[in-house]
């Protein structure tokens, strides 16, 4: 029904920049905010930025003037720019979204749900 879509991930060096991005398809009524996590092995996933869909952000503190979350309402995309990579940002980035679904026959769902991507993994050298 809904489906996120994670790209750009890969491997860089120390002091590099990557670009995420994440789209949204499906049957969608409305994309709220939309966030990114990142998981690195054995950790938890912890939060790194969301923007809202006003364009209001906000940054963890480990990636605070390093990344830069944009979006595109028209489109249903969120990218994230990192730059100045450190090997510590290495892990898999998850998009999540918070999103207003309608059915197949246009009614629209007024309670949002919490949609997931599959995750990119990011991979820096020191």
């Not at 809202?52 to 605070?64: C, G, H, K, L, W």
Request: a positive charge.
């Amino acid at each position: 029904q809904v489906q996120l879509v994670e790209s750009g991930g890969g491997l860089v060096q120390a002091g590099g920049s990557l670009r995420l991005s994440c789209e949204a398809s499906g049957r969608i009524f409305r994309v709220n905010e939309m966030s990114w996590y990142r998981q690195a092995p054995g950790k938890q996933r912890e939060w790194v930025a969301t923007i809202s869909n006003d364009a209001i952000t906000t940054y963890a503190r480990s990636v605070e003037g390093r990344v830069t979350i944009s979006r595109d309402n028209a489109k249903k995309t969120a990218s994230l720019q990192m730059n100045n990579l450190k090997p510590e940002d290495t892990a898999v980035y998850y998009c999540k979204a918070s999103i207003n679904t309608q059915s197949i026959t246009g009614v629209r769902h007024l309670t949002p749900k919490n949609y997931w991507g599959q995750g990119t993994q990011v991979t820096v050298s020191s």
